[in-house]
């Protein structure tokens, strides 16, 4: 059974950057897919990033993004580390929420994102790590 450890959550002014991260170990190293979703009150779960690992063994892979974090969040692999990231850039109160690394056997081209909204659609996900924007 695998394990997936954020962190990296923090408090930060808008028009700040946080990185967060995600210690991905066991079998769930195996997945072909990383991501991010997040979760608010009173909000949707939204899948905020995505990106083909092969099982962090593919350097480069696709990544997906949600309209309202294009250009602003990036999200990237450490496949020697087994880690996930997603740099958080030009933080804004709505990007406020607990951030959730998780894992798809698949992404899925168009529909990644939605899969990263759908707990039923991920293998696996952690514990979660807060990120709190201040206006």
């Known amino acids: 059974q695998g394990q997936l450890v954020e962190s990296g959550g923090g408090s930060v002014q808008a028009g700040g950057s946080l990185r967060l991260s995600c210690a991905v170990s066991g079998s769930t190293t195996t997945n072909n897919c990383m991501g991010w979703f997040r979760e608010a009150p009173g909000k949707e779960r939204e899948g905020v990033a995505a990106?083909?690992?092969?099982?962090?063994?593919?350097?480069?892979?696709?990544?997906y993004y949600a309209e309202a974090v294009k250009g602003r969040f990036a999200v990237s692999t450490d496949n020697a580390k087994n880690t996930v990231y997603l740099q958080m850039n030009s933080l804004k109160p709505e990007d406020t929420g607990m951030y959730y690394c998780?894992?798809?056997?698949?992404?899925?081209?168009?529909?990644?994102?939605?899969?990263?909204?759908?707990?039923?659609?991920?293998?696996?996900w952690g514990q979660g790590t807060q990120v709190t924007v201040s206006s």
């Open positions: 990106i083909y690992t092969g099982g962090f063994t593919i350097e480069g892979g696709s990544t």
């Open positions: 998780a894992a798809a056997s698949r992404c899925g081209g168009s529909l990644t994102l939605s899969r990263f909204s759908r707990r039923d659609s991920l293998d696996a």
